[in-house]
Structures are given as structure tokens and as C-alpha cells.
């Protein structure tokens, strides 16, 4: 099983990483990290450098396709080099999905019309501009397409991909060789449980870095 992984700058690490723990783990695949061109990408705030092995012409088809999300995506929603690989990857998958504002790439290929999806819920709403219908559900399947919240959900995508692909005993086999048993120390994940006080300094956050 081939599953092609989509690098760009400005990637949020964990976004990528977290479903290549999970997805390489099932028998038989082979993951690939692919960017315009290889060679290194830098992650959204810089400190961290993710090696492409690939570039797209290196990459025409996959069995399936991970796209994450990161700073860098807003760029990326108009870039027809990347859409149009998206979309080329797109007509060879059993399996097409995106963690975080890699939604929005999808969505903005038109690969998502008409269809449900999430994404980081400080960009949620975004997704109404492409046709699509926002869900906050941490994952969500609309056929073959399978969408993830934000950055940490990734885990939960590629574990839900990999029961669809493997069945649910290899997926929690999985699940346990990571060792993936979230026990937060704070009831703060999401914008619905998250103080309010809390929710304001992300949104003080983003509003800086924006200026």
C-alpha cells in the first residue's frame, strides 16, 4: 500500500508525523514524503526541518493520499502546481485525507463539494467558502474522503483509516504499539471546553502573528 505525504513550508510537524506513526505501522505499506521539489521543507514556526525524498514528479499516484494542514496552506489554496497534483493523486486513491487546514487544500481543489469536513476550529468556518459544510466532529468520513480536526487528530484519522484498511484488531494493534492512551492533564482540547480566558489568548495569539 502506498501512501503519499504531502510536505510544504510552513506544515505544522505534527500534523504529518502523527498519521506516518500510525499508517506506516500497517502491513505491506510504504510511506512517501513528497513536496514540489525534494529536499527539506520548514515547519510553521521554523525550528524544525522535514526531508521530501520525493517531488511531484516523482509522485503520480497513491493508494492514499495524506494532506496536513499548517500556516503555509493559506498560501497553497491558490497555487495550481499544488492543486493540480492534489487533484492528479486524487483520481489514483482508495483513500484521500487531510488533518487540520489541509482540509482547506482539498476543499479548495474541489475535492470536497457538496460533502461534509472538519479542520482546526479556528478555521472551520473558511470551509462554507469552498462549498463545503463545516462539522466539528473529530473525524469525519464522507466516502472516500476522511478529514481531521486539528494537529493531534491526525492520530485518530490515520487509526480510523487503518481499521477501514486492515480491520479494527490490526488498528488497535497499532494503537497500542504507539502506545496512543490520551490522559491530558487538562480538559482544554477543544474551543467548547476550553475556559474562556483560554479561547481568548489563542485568539490574542493569532491575531499577532497575523499582523
Known sequence: ???????????????????????????????????RNAGPVRTDNGFLALHADHGFADVTSADVLVVPGGFGTRALEGDVEVLDWIRAIDT??????????????????????????????LQLERLREHGVTPTRRRVVEQGKYVTAAGVSSGIDMALTLAARVAGPEVAQAIQLSIEYDPQPPFDAGSPDKAPPAVVELIHAAVAAGAK
Not at 5 to 27: C, H, K, N, S
Not at 96 to 103: P, R
Open 1 to 35: 500500500m502506498q501512501v503519499a505525504a504531502f510536505l510544504f513550508d510552513g506544515i505544522t510537524a505534527l500534523d504529518v508525523v502523527g498519521p506516518y506513526e500510525v499508517l506506516q505501522r500497517l502491513p505491506g505499506a510504504e510511506v512517501r514524503f513528497v513536496a
Open 92 to 121: 489514483t486513491t482508495t483513500w484521500t485525507t487531510s488533518v487540520c487546514t489541509g482540509a482547506l487544500l482539498l476543499a479548495a481543489a474541489g475535492l470536497l463539494d457538496g460533502l461534509e469536513a472538519t479542520t482546526h476550529w
